[in-house]
């Protein structure tokens, strides 16, 4: 059998990400390849640079986009910044908390586990126990938006106590960045990373992460050499470093680096104050629709995420039948729930280029009829009418 050229489905996407693609972006993406070393990418990549500064709103000189997904963002700050032998403090909430003991300790450190339940921010006490306990701890880690439950937690505070005991900080911004206020300078963390699929609204497979220099001190005055060969910053930082000259490391993903430069010329345009703006105000409306046909979310009003919305699955309704009619009949994905939530959650996001007016009242249209067929009982258009009270005093 001959196969023929793949053509995507058109969805809406609403699901803990990918999320909705600009098509600005996918119109840079198609521009010509050239030469990663090119004098013309080269100034491109210095404006990457510039960019990411803005939306991490850091003066850091190490700040660039890792060439491949947030996973490996995630690993690049812990094979550079733990060493054979460091214990490293990880409050965990959620899923991503647990990659990060995976992380360590692969790294060949100690993982000390601060745990919270799902669906709570991290405890600023706990940490701060844990470091009392732990006088000799290295590093302090935690998720800023924990995607798994669509919890926030305060990375300043937890900065700052992780200070006070001399930790280095990585934070775990995949989620956060772009779609709720993070302040890199501001609240002094030392390496943080994310992702380009979520809030910017890009296509998946490039992590953007950002060191201090203390991070960076640390980094060079290292015992071990990095285990990881394609990670080692030492490494990298002669292909994305300052100065102009750039050494060969590894091909950039020159095409997905438009698409990249485009999603943040995006943001510069919009200004991240406004989109942060944008996020909590559709969020609102999201949530007053679903609360209007009774669905309840897990996280505390204090807490929640404006980008990433779970929600409780009603008692008796069939998570997997309800996700499929909407993929089948309206194109819209919604996330599941993930490890002990599957079954239990459904996550709505509201990322980047998806999080719109027209999204919300969409999604809440499609969940009232699909769960009005599985014998939900509200009046027809209750969500839709509540989500457009709110956007209209808005
Ligand atoms: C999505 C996500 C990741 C992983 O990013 P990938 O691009 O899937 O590797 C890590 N942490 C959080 C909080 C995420 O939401």
């Known amino acids: 059998m001959t196969v023929r050229s793949f053509h995507p489905p058109q969805r809406t996407l609403m699901g803990p990400g990918p999320s909705d693609v600009n098509p600005r972006i996918l119109e840079a993406m198609s521009r010509l390849t050239i030469g990663h070393l090119d004098p013309a990418f080269v100034g491109m990549m210095d404006e990457v640079k510039g960019l990411l500064k803005y939306a991490f709103q850091t003066e850091n000189e190490l700040t660039m986009p890792v060439s491949a997904p947030g996973s490996a963002g995630m690993e690049s700050c812990f094979v550079n910044l733990v060493e054979p032998g460091d214990k490293v403090i990880i409050c965990q909430n959620g899923v991503f908390g647990g990659r990060m003991k995976e992380n360590v300790e692969r790294c060949g450190g100690t993982a000390v586990m601060v745990e919270d339940s799902w669906g709570d921010a991290v405890d600023p006490q706990k940490l701060e126990d844990a470091l009392k306990a732990n006088p000799d701890a290295k590093v302090v880690a935690f998720v800023h938006a924990e995607t798994s439950t669509g919890a926030q937690s305060d990375?300043?505070?937890?900065?700052?106590?992780?200070?006070?005991?001399?930790?280095?900080?990585?934070?775990?911004?995949?989620t956060s960045l772009a779609g709720t206020p993070l302040k890199v300078d501001e609240w002094k963390i030392d390496a943080i990373y994310s992702g380009t699929q979520k809030c910017l609204s890009c296509t998946p497979g490039l992590s953007p992460v950002s060191f201090s220099e203390r991070a960076l001190d640390k980094i060079r005055n290292r015992q071990t050499t990095v285990q990881s060969w394609f990670l080692d910053l030492n490494l990298v930082m002669g292909y994305w470093g300052g100065g102009g000259k750039r050494a060969y490391h590894h091909t950039a993903p020159v095409n997905a680096l438009y698409g990249l430069h485009e999603s943040l010329v995006i943001l510069q345009d919009e200004g991240l104050e406004n989109a942060w703006a944008r996020h909590h105000k559709h969020h609102l409306a999201l949530r007053a629709g679903l609360e209007s046909m009774g669905l309840g979310f897990v996280v505390d009003e204090a807490h929640r995420l404006p980008q990433l919305n779970a929600i409780t699955i009603p008692e008796g309704v069939d998570d997997a039948a309800v996700r499929t009619a909407l993929l089948q009949d309206y194109s819209l994905e919604i996330g599941a729930g993930l490890g002990v939530m599957a079954g239990k959650v459904w996550r709505i996001g509201l990322m980047g280029h998806a999080c719109n007016t027209r999204n919300v009242l969409f999604c809440l249209a499609a969940l009232e009829d699909v769960l009005g067929r599985v014998g939900a009982k509200y009046e027809r258009g209750v969500a839709v009418n509540a989500a457009e009270k709110v956007l209209a005093a808005a």
């Open 155 to 174: 990375a300043e505070t937890l900065v700052e106590i992780a200070h006070q005991y001399d930790c280095l900080t990585i934070v775990d911004a995949v």
